[in-house]
């Protein structure tokens, strides 16, 4: 994912939580200054880039985001941080997920003849 993509999911999700068009949201917008984004919008905004990217930093980390590009920046670099620690990727996720599938189906089975 480069950061074209990473910038239009947050704006995406920017618009959905402040009620704004997200084509309307600049490249270099400031959350609080331009946007007008208070607290509380900004804390959802956090949360939400966070689930949707699979980010697992806590709701610290987006109290100093000032802006669209350091929005981009953050997802920018934590993804490069869990693709480097080969772990918590998309790819490694959807791995776990596939392993749990596979010890369920185990699991069901040891219960029928067990």
């Keep these: 994912m480069d950061a074209s993509e990473v910038r239009t ?33 900004l804390l959802e905004i956090g949360v939400d880039v966070d689930l949707a990217f699979q980010l697992n930093l806590p709701d610290e980390s987006y109290k100093e985001i000032d802006s669209l590009p350091a929005m981009v920046e953050l997802v920018m670099r934590r993804h490069a941080e869990l693709a480097a620690a080969g772990d918590g990727t998309p790819e490694a996720m959807t791995e776990d997920v596939e392993d749990v599938g596979h010890l369920e189906a185990a699991a069901e089975g040891v219960e029928r003849f067990g």
């Design 9 to 41: 999911r947050i704006k995406t999700i920017i618009g959905s939580i402040a009620g704004i068009d997200p084509q309307r949201i600049g490249d270099d917008a400031t959350l609080r200054g331009e946007l007008s984004l208070d607290s509380l919008s």
